[in-house]
């Protein structure tokens, strides 16, 4: 479904939308210890009983509860931004997607973080995920859990081409010249998808360079950073593993799923992916459906350079935490929240649900390191990383990289990012449709 953008802050057009929308009771006339509601992504169940653990620990003062949001991050926003619009009362904490974050916080819809919170948020905190919960300077929600993409690799084919990446860095050139030397293919997410603005951004960061110029500016103002030596360099790179057959025929619809099955199978060699992957495949080898000779086979390293000798900036995902701006317990809901994101609770929630901790001393945990033996890379990993571009207008910018930079096979670094750039230009002044 197409939307016009037009020339006008965020906060209108989601209010906009109020009318839309049956207000939701608040909680009036609540007698003793007040419920506290948390709004929770899907998972296994691991922020049900983080719940339970700190509806425990408030002895009697508050209990938490949860709400499950829709399974995609797209419809999380859109339940999340209509009720808030609404001023719903009902929503003390919510596990937020870091891109929708400003989107949020510019209409003033999270409750503004006391200073000794964000000053006990931000402690021990790694970079990645302070930076995706920062917006206009200030710390607007907590860091609970931070996601970053690995180099998975085949040790037999990297091995092959005379490569450690455990070691020494290795570059996309590397990697895909290794694919194609040895007739193997590259697991990159390649589908019309969230995942596919995952990769460019990482590219464009990882090149020195930023989609968005100016974020935090007005749609009509924003300056785009793809028509640049760091947009060209991703360019190449998406449109050279498209052209050349390195991703593999599924390569336009290959999501993270797709992605692992193409690694985990004979012509697998190097993948960018989240640390599921991990826990994934052994699911599948202790259930006999792959050999223990694959997990033999896997190694992991950090996300590849763009530029040799220049760090990568791996991608960034995960939760923060956001306290309802029109909550009746502010005051308690930000404790709760500091509850949830102890480092012990994180170092739980990565050893069972497979998320890994924005705290870096859950990583000390044994049983991290026990459920994942990368946890250290993974921890490196998140001090390098690079949120997607932070703005209310991420859903225009997200969806505008998507229309232009699909199919892989299609992208030219001597077009591209100018026709990227016109495309998601127009859109932001309302001058054009996505």
């Not at 998972?43 to 509806?55: F, L, S």
């Not at 808030?84 to 973080?113: K, Q, R, W």
Request: charged share 20%.
């Amino acid at each position: 479904m197409g939307v016009h953008v037009r020339r006008r802050s965020r906060n209108l057009a989601i209010t906009a939308a109020v009318a839309l929308v049956l207000p939701l009771a608040a909680c009036a006339g609540e007698s003793g210890p007040p419920t506290l509601i948390w709004y929770i992504n899907p998972d296994n169940g691991g922020q049900v009983e983080i719940a339970r653990r700190c509806t425990d620990a408030a002895a009697g003062r508050y209990t938490i509860t949860t709400e499950v949001l829709p399974r995609d991050a797209a419809s999380q926003r859109e339940q999340l931004a209509r009720r808030l619009a609404a001023h719903d009362s009902s929503i003390d904490i919510m596990s937020l997607d870091p891109p929708f974050i400003p989107e949020l916080a510019e209409p003033g819809f999270l409750a503004p973080i006391p200073d000794d919170v964000a000053a006990k948020a931000s402690d021990g905190v790694v970079q990645g995920a302070i930076d995706g919960a920062t917006w206009k300077g200030k710390l607007v929600a907590i860091p609970f859990w931070a996601n970053t993409q690995l180099l998975w690799y085949r040790k037999s084919v990297a091995e092959k081409a005379g490569l450690d990446p455990s070691t020494t860095p290795v570059t996309w050139q590397q990697i895909m010249d290794a694919a194609r030397d040895q007739d193997k293919f590259l697991g990159v997410q390649g589908a019309k998808a969230e995942s596919l603005t995952v990769w460019i951004n990482a590219l464009v960061e990882s090149a020195g360079g930023h989609i968005l110029e100016n974020p935090e500016a007005p749609a009509d103002e924003i300056t785009l950073g793809l028509d640049t030596d760091a947009g060209r360099a991703a360019a190449d790179i998406v449109g050279t593993i498209g052209r050349d057959g390195l991703g593999g025929p599924g390569l336009p619809t290959a999501d993270e799923n797709a992605t692992m099955t193409v690694f985990q199978g004979d012509r697998g060699s190097f993948m960018v992916n989240w640390p599921f992957v991990w826990s994934a495949t052994n699911a599948a080898v202790a259930d006999g459906t792959l050999d223990q000779s694959l997990i033999d086979d896997i190694g992991w390293a950090l996300y590849p350079q763009v530029t040799e000798g220049t760090d990568s900036r791996p991608p960034y995902g995960g939760i923060s935490l956001g306290v309802g701006a029109f909550s009746n317990h502010t005051d308690f809901s930000f404790e709760a929240a500091q509850c949830i994101v102890a480092p012990e609770n994180q170092s739980y929630y990565f050893a069972t649900n497979g998320n890994p901790p924005a705290s870096v001393a859950a990583y000390d945990d044994p049983q991290v390191a026990k459920a994942f033996p990368m946890a250290d890379v993974i921890r490196e990993s998140l001090e390098q990383a690079a949120p997607r571009p932070q703005t209310p207008y991420y859903n225009e910018v997200s969806i505008g990289l998507q229309e232009t930079w699909h199919p892989p096979i299609s992208v030219n670094p001597d077009t591209t990012p100018q026709e990227s750039t016109d495309f998601i230009t127009s859109v932001l002044r309302g001058e054009a449709l996505l």
